[in-house]
Protein backbone atom coordinates (compact mmCIF):
# COMPACT_ATOMS: atom_id res chain seq x y z
CA UNK A 1 0.00 0.00 0.00
CA UNK A 2 1.17 3.40 -0.65
CA UNK A 3 0.25 7.06 0.54
CA UNK A 4 1.63 10.55 0.15
CA UNK A 5 2.29 13.30 3.01
CA UNK A 6 3.54 16.74 1.89
CA UNK A 7 4.02 15.94 -1.86
CA UNK A 8 6.72 12.63 -1.30
CA UNK A 9 5.10 8.82 -1.95
CA UNK A 10 5.38 6.79 1.11
CA UNK A 11 5.68 2.89 0.75
CA UNK A 12 3.54 1.67 4.02
CA UNK A 13 4.47 -1.68 4.93
CA UNK A 14 4.84 -3.56 8.38
CA UNK A 15 7.75 -2.24 9.03
CA UNK A 16 5.80 1.08 8.99
CA UNK A 17 5.83 4.05 6.58
CA UNK A 18 9.35 4.84 4.93
CA UNK A 19 9.78 7.48 1.91
CA UNK A 20 9.72 5.49 -1.48
CA UNK A 21 13.31 7.00 -2.52
CA UNK A 22 14.66 9.91 -4.73
CA UNK A 23 13.60 12.59 -2.12
CA UNK A 24 16.38 14.21 -0.28
CA UNK A 25 18.74 12.16 -1.43
CA UNK A 26 17.85 9.48 0.05
CA UNK A 27 17.94 6.23 -1.87
CA UNK A 28 15.31 3.58 -3.10
CA UNK A 29 16.15 0.08 -3.32
CA UNK A 30 17.88 -1.14 -6.06
CA UNK A 31 15.78 -3.59 -8.76
CA UNK A 32 16.21 -7.04 -8.09
CA UNK A 33 17.82 -6.09 -4.55
CA UNK A 34 17.31 -8.12 -1.21
CA UNK A 35 14.11 -6.44 0.74
CA UNK A 36 16.71 -5.62 3.72
CA UNK A 37 14.60 -2.55 4.90
CA UNK A 38 12.97 -4.48 6.99
CA UNK A 39 16.00 -5.23 9.41
CA UNK A 40 16.87 -3.17 12.76
CA UNK A 41 19.25 -0.93 11.09
CA UNK A 42 21.85 -0.54 14.10
CA UNK A 43 22.59 -4.54 14.23
CA UNK A 44 22.32 -4.29 10.57
CA UNK A 45 24.76 -1.57 10.30
CA UNK A 46 27.38 -3.29 12.44
CA UNK A 47 26.83 -6.58 10.50
CA UNK A 48 27.93 -4.64 7.29
CA UNK A 49 30.64 -2.87 9.02
CA UNK A 50 31.98 -6.01 10.46
CA UNK A 51 32.85 -6.95 6.68
CA UNK A 52 33.63 -3.52 4.77
CA UNK A 53 37.87 -3.45 3.97
CA UNK A 54 37.57 0.19 3.80
CA UNK A 55 35.51 3.48 5.49
CA UNK A 56 32.49 3.07 4.35
CA UNK A 57 30.21 6.41 3.54
CA UNK A 58 26.65 7.51 4.88
CA UNK A 59 25.38 6.87 0.98
CA UNK A 60 26.61 3.76 0.28
CA UNK A 61 25.18 2.20 3.70
CA UNK A 62 21.52 4.30 2.77
CA UNK A 63 22.13 2.46 -0.50
CA UNK A 64 22.43 -1.23 0.37
CA UNK A 65 20.35 -0.96 3.88
CA UNK A 66 17.43 0.57 1.40
CA UNK A 67 17.08 3.40 4.18
CA UNK A 68 17.70 7.41 4.04
CA UNK A 69 20.80 8.95 4.52
CA UNK A 70 20.20 10.87 8.19
CA UNK A 71 18.30 7.64 9.33
CA UNK A 72 21.44 6.02 9.09
CA UNK A 73 24.01 8.43 10.08
CA UNK A 74 21.84 9.23 13.19
CA UNK A 75 22.25 5.32 13.86
CA UNK A 76 26.16 5.65 13.34
CA UNK A 77 26.42 8.63 15.87
CA UNK A 78 24.36 6.97 18.31
CA UNK A 79 26.56 3.26 17.76
CA UNK A 80 29.75 5.57 18.05
CA UNK A 81 27.90 7.01 21.58
CA UNK A 82 27.09 3.71 23.07
CA UNK A 83 30.75 2.04 22.46
CA UNK A 84 32.67 4.85 23.65
CA UNK A 85 30.11 5.09 27.20
CA UNK A 86 30.26 1.07 27.53
CA UNK A 87 34.15 1.69 27.29
CA UNK A 88 34.06 -1.07 24.66
CA UNK A 89 37.66 -2.38 23.26
CA UNK A 90 36.30 -0.98 20.14
CA UNK A 91 35.16 2.30 18.24
CA UNK A 92 33.08 3.81 15.20
CA UNK A 93 34.98 6.06 13.47
CA UNK A 94 34.44 8.41 10.89
CA UNK A 95 37.50 8.71 8.91
CA UNK A 96 38.18 9.71 5.06
CA UNK A 97 34.33 10.22 4.59
CA UNK A 98 33.27 6.92 5.28
CA UNK A 99 32.68 5.01 8.76
CA UNK A 100 34.60 1.78 9.81
CA UNK A 101 35.65 0.14 13.07
CA UNK A 102 39.02 0.37 14.92
CA UNK A 103 40.56 -0.98 18.25
CA UNK A 104 40.44 1.82 20.99
CA UNK A 105 43.50 3.98 21.64
CA UNK A 106 43.41 2.59 25.02
CA UNK A 107 44.37 -1.25 23.99
CA UNK A 108 46.72 -0.60 21.84
CA UNK A 109 49.16 -2.25 24.51
CA UNK A 110 47.28 -5.51 24.09
CA UNK A 111 46.74 -4.96 19.62
CA UNK A 112 50.59 -4.84 19.84
CA UNK A 113 50.99 -8.35 21.71
CA UNK A 114 48.90 -9.78 19.62
CA UNK A 115 49.96 -8.91 16.24
CA UNK A 116 54.28 -9.85 17.36
CA UNK A 117 53.06 -13.08 18.76
CA UNK A 118 54.53 -15.49 17.07
CA UNK A 119 55.74 -12.91 14.14
CA UNK A 120 58.85 -15.10 13.74
CA UNK A 121 56.45 -18.00 12.09
CA UNK A 122 57.15 -19.59 9.25
CA UNK A 123 55.01 -18.03 6.60
CA UNK A 124 52.14 -20.71 5.43
CA UNK A 125 51.68 -21.78 1.60
CA UNK A 126 48.71 -19.22 0.81
CA UNK A 127 50.90 -16.68 2.70
CA UNK A 128 54.06 -17.15 0.17
CA UNK A 129 51.85 -17.60 -2.90
CA UNK A 130 49.71 -14.04 -2.10
CA UNK A 131 53.41 -12.71 -1.61
CA UNK A 132 54.29 -13.87 -4.67
CA UNK A 133 51.13 -12.32 -6.64
CA UNK A 134 52.29 -9.09 -4.63
CA UNK A 135 55.50 -9.05 -5.81
CA UNK A 136 54.87 -9.68 -9.38
CA UNK A 137 51.90 -7.28 -9.90
CA UNK A 138 52.64 -4.78 -7.47
CA UNK A 139 50.93 -2.34 -7.25
CA UNK A 140 48.01 -4.31 -7.11
CA UNK A 141 44.33 -4.31 -5.44
CA UNK A 142 43.34 -6.77 -2.76
CA UNK A 143 40.36 -7.77 -4.63
CA UNK A 144 43.01 -8.78 -8.29
CA UNK A 145 45.46 -10.55 -5.70
CA UNK A 146 42.42 -12.79 -4.74
CA UNK A 147 40.97 -12.92 -8.59
CA UNK A 148 45.13 -14.14 -9.50
CA UNK A 149 44.62 -16.94 -6.67
CA UNK A 150 40.61 -17.35 -7.17
CA UNK A 151 40.07 -17.15 -3.31
CA UNK A 152 39.82 -14.41 -0.91
CA UNK A 153 43.12 -13.17 0.31
CA UNK A 154 41.98 -10.72 3.17
CA UNK A 155 43.13 -12.37 5.80
CA UNK A 156 46.26 -13.19 4.14
CA UNK A 157 46.93 -9.67 2.91
CA UNK A 158 46.76 -8.19 6.75
CA UNK A 159 48.87 -11.07 7.83
CA UNK A 160 51.53 -9.69 5.35
CA UNK A 161 51.17 -6.10 6.42
CA UNK A 162 51.42 -7.11 9.99
CA UNK A 163 54.66 -8.66 9.40
CA UNK A 164 56.21 -5.82 7.23
CA UNK A 165 56.25 -7.64 3.89
CA UNK A 166 53.96 -5.30 1.83
CA UNK A 167 52.75 -1.68 2.26
CA UNK A 168 49.98 0.29 1.16
CA UNK A 169 50.91 2.39 -2.15
CA UNK A 170 48.42 5.13 -3.06
CA UNK A 171 44.82 4.25 -4.29
CA UNK A 172 44.09 2.80 -7.97
CA UNK A 173 42.51 5.79 -9.58
CA UNK A 174 39.71 4.14 -11.35
CA UNK A 175 38.18 2.60 -8.15
CA UNK A 176 39.64 4.42 -5.17
CA UNK A 177 40.57 1.02 -4.23
CA UNK A 178 44.06 0.81 -1.78
CA UNK A 179 46.97 -0.44 -3.72
CA UNK A 180 49.88 -2.88 -2.53
CA UNK A 181 53.35 -3.26 -3.09
CA UNK A 182 56.04 -5.14 -1.35
CA UNK A 183 58.79 -3.18 0.87
CA UNK A 184 62.35 -3.04 1.53
CA UNK A 185 62.26 -5.30 4.31
CA UNK A 186 60.76 -8.00 1.54
CA UNK A 187 64.18 -7.27 -0.17
CA UNK A 188 66.11 -7.90 2.91
CA UNK A 189 64.43 -11.26 3.39
CA UNK A 190 64.41 -12.82 -0.07
CA UNK A 191 68.07 -11.66 -0.42
CA UNK A 192 67.70 -9.42 -3.42
CA UNK A 193 68.89 -5.77 -4.14
CA UNK A 194 66.14 -4.75 -6.23
CA UNK A 195 62.73 -6.17 -7.67
CA UNK A 196 64.54 -6.53 -10.74
CA UNK A 197 66.59 -9.70 -9.44
CA UNK A 198 62.91 -11.40 -8.90
CA UNK A 199 63.14 -14.80 -11.28
CA UNK A 200 60.87 -15.03 -14.67
CA UNK A 201 57.71 -15.93 -13.53
CA UNK A 202 55.46 -12.84 -14.42
CA UNK A 203 54.90 -14.36 -17.71
CA UNK A 204 52.97 -18.02 -16.01
CA UNK A 205 50.72 -15.04 -13.93
CA UNK A 206 47.59 -13.67 -15.65
CA UNK A 207 47.09 -10.10 -17.14
CA UNK A 208 45.69 -7.95 -14.52
CA UNK A 209 43.24 -7.27 -17.66
CA UNK A 210 42.60 -10.88 -17.57
CA UNK A 211 41.13 -10.81 -14.39
CA UNK A 212 39.38 -7.40 -13.75
CA UNK A 213 36.17 -8.30 -15.12
CA UNK A 214 36.00 -11.04 -12.23
CA UNK A 215 37.65 -8.37 -9.48
CA UNK A 216 35.10 -6.21 -8.85
CA UNK A 217 36.00 -3.41 -5.67
CA UNK A 218 33.95 -3.67 -2.86
CA UNK A 219 32.96 -7.07 -2.73
CA UNK A 220 32.80 -7.96 1.26
CA UNK A 221 35.88 -8.60 3.08
CA UNK A 222 36.11 -12.37 5.70
CA UNK A 223 38.13 -12.21 8.52
CA UNK A 224 40.51 -15.09 8.65
CA UNK A 225 43.29 -16.28 10.98
CA UNK A 226 46.84 -17.04 9.57
CA UNK A 227 46.41 -20.44 8.99
CA UNK A 228 45.57 -19.62 5.27
CA UNK A 229 42.43 -18.48 3.42
CA UNK A 230 39.31 -18.47 3.71
CA UNK A 231 37.31 -21.35 3.63
CA UNK A 232 37.20 -21.33 -0.20
CA UNK A 233 40.95 -21.62 -0.42
CA UNK A 234 41.36 -25.94 -0.77
Known amino acids: M ?39 LKPA ?16 LARVLQRPRRAVALALRELADDYT ?18 SRAAYADAVESFVLDGQQARLTQAALETLAVVAYR ?12 GVNCDGVMRTLLQRGLVE ?8 GAILYRTTNYFLERMGLRGLDELPELAP ?14 GIPS ?5 SGDSQTDH
Open 222 to 226: FDVDD
Open 204 to 217: FLPEAEAVEGDSPE
Open 45 to 60: LEAVLMVVDEPATEEH
Open 85 to 102: RQGRGFDLRLVAGGWRFY
Open 138 to 149: QPVSRSRVSAVR
Open 168 to 175: EAGTEPET
Open 2 to 40: SGAAGGEAYDVTEAGARPRGGADGDPGAPAGAPAVDGLE
